[in-house]
């Protein structure tokens, strides 16, 4: 079964804003450090954003200052606002859950395209 669903993704203009979201199942959401990584055309899957269960969070250098990571408990969701996009942002964006009670055990999402013209 789908554990990790991702939405929001699109084609926008450089300059725009878009709101990812992912939707948790609850065992999992309860239990894991979120993320979000994107994997852009030919290049490596990259870390964007992290909100652990516990600390501050992280973001990639890239992003600081334009992307913002949040989650909500009450509907076991992470989400991805993402402001000041530019071409360059233009990946598959993935939710990414990591248990923190058993070590080695991650969740990924299907990804979702976000596609920025310039």
């Known amino acids: 079964q789908v554990q990790l669903v991702e939405s929001g993704g699109g084609l926008v203009q450089a300059g725009g804003s878009l709101r990812l979201s992912c939707t948790v199942s609850?065992?999992?959401?309860?239990?894991?450090?979120m993320s979000w990584y994107r994997q852009g055309p030919g290049k490596q899957r990259e870390l964007v954003a992290m909100?652990?269960?516990?600390?501050?969070?992280n973001y990639a250098d890239s992003v600081k200052g334009r992307f913002t990571v949040s989650k909500d408990n009450a509907k076991n969701s992470v989400y991805l606002q993402m402001n000041s996009l530019k071409p360059e942002d233009t990946a598959v964006y993935y939710c990414h859950a990591r248990r923190v009670d058993i070590l080695g055990i991650e969740y990924w999402g299907q990804g979702t395209q976000v596609t920025v013209s310039s």
């Open positions: 609850q065992v999992i959401f309860r239990l894991s450090s």
């Open positions: 909100i652990p269960k516990r600390g501050n969070t």
